[in-house]
C-alpha cells in the first residue's frame, strides 16, 4: 500500500466576524502552500458555521476549495458538527421544536424509546432529523459532486461509507439525536444504523471513521457496542472534532472485558 497522507480540520465556525478568525482563515491556505504541505485527502469533521451567526456562509465553500487546492487534496471528506444542525439556538420556531421534540422522544439525557441493546431509531424519526440540515447540505452541495451528495440525502442511512483507492472513509453523524440543551456526554449514533454502514466497508482496507463528537461523548451504554463494533470490524483510527483542541485519545480495545452480542 502507498503512502497516503490527509489534513484533519475541524470547527471552522466560517461565519463567525472579526479580525481574528478572518486572519487565520486568509493565512491557511497560504501557510499550507509555504511549507509545501501535500496531501491526498481533506477530512472536515464539522461545525461549518456557528449556528448562534446565523445562516451558512454565502463564500460558495470557497475556503475549502482553497484549502484542497493549496495542499493538491484528490478528495474531500465531511461530517455534519452541531451547529451545522437546526437544533433551535434561540427561540425554538416551529421546524427546530419539531425536531427538538423528536430528539427528546427518542434519546434525550438518558430518556426516550431508544435502547442500545436493539439500536433501532423509528423511521418517522429519522425523516425529521434529516429534513432539519437542510442548510448544510446546501452548503456542501457547492463542494460536493451530486453522487456523493446523494448519500446525504437518505433519512434511512444517516451513516455511510465512503471507498477509496486506497481507504474506508466511515462517515458517522453524530449529530444525529442532538438538540439544544442535549448532554454533550450522552449521546447516541444509532447502533442498527452504525452496524449497516459498517457491514458496507471493505475489510481489505483500513477504515478511517468521522464524526464530530469522539467517542467519550457517547452515552455509556452505546459506547460499549460502539467499541465492540469498532473491534470486531478492525477500525483503529477515529478522528472528531468539537473540542477545539489537539487531543489523541488511545482505546485499547484489550483493556475492556467482549460484549455479548449474540
Not at 60 to 69: A, R, V
Not at 182 to 198: D, R, S, T
Request: hydrophobic content about 35%; aromatic content about 10%; charged content about 25%.
Amino acid at each position: 500500500m502507498s503512502t497516503v497522507k490527509w489534513l484533519h480540520l475541524s470547527d471552522l465556525h466560517l461565519n463567525t466576524p472579526g479580525f481574528g478568525n478572518s486572519f487565520l482563515r486568509d493565512e491557511l491556505p497560504k501557510f499550507l502552500i509555504r511549507k509545501g504541505i501535500v496531501c491526498d485527502y481533506v477530512f472536515c469533521t464539522g461545525d461549518l458555521r456557528d449556528a448562534r451567526q446565523g445562516e451558512f456562509p454565502e463564500d460558495n465553500g470557497q475556503f475549502l476549495k482553497d484549502i484542497c487546492d493549496a495542499v493538491g487534496a484528490k478528495d474531500l471528506f465531511i461530517v455534519p458538527g452541531n451547529h451545522d444542525v437546526d437544533r433551535g439556538d434561540g427561540q425554538l420556531e416551529k421546524g427546530s421544536l419539531i425536531r427538538h421534540k423528536t430528539v427528546q422522544k427518542i434519546y434525550f439525557s438518558g430518556k426516550g424509546y431508544y435502547r442500545p441493546e436493539a439500536g433501532i431509531i423509528e423511521p418517522d424519526d429519522l425523516r425529521v432529523l434529516n429534513e432539519k440540515q437542510e442548510g448544510f447540505r446546501n452548503y456542501i452541495s457547492k463542494i460536493l459532486p451530486a453522487e456523493r451528495m446523494a448519500l446525504y440525502k437518505d433519512p434511512m442511512r444517516p451513516h455511510f461509507n465512503i471507498e477509496t483507492e486506497y481507504l474506508n472513509i466511515l462517515h458517522v453523524d453524530s449529530t444525529l439525536v442532538y438538540t439544544i440543551e442535549q448532554e454533550n456526554n450522552n449521546l447516541i449514533v444509532g447502533l442498527n444504523l452504525l452496524y449497516e454502514a459498517i457491514k458496507t466497508i471493505n475489510k481489505n482496507k483500513p477504515t478511517i471513521l468521522l464524526t464530530h463528537f469522539a467517542y467519550t461523548m457517547l452515552a455509556q451504554e452505546e459506547r460499549k457496542y460502539v467499541r465492540e463494533l469498532l473491534f470486531r470490524n478492525g477500525i483503529q483510527l477515529w478522528l472528531a472534532g468539537h473540542e477545539h483542541e489537539h487531543n489523541l485519545q488511545p482505546i485499547n480495545y484489550s483493556t475492556f472485558p467482549p460484549v455479548n452480542l449474540v
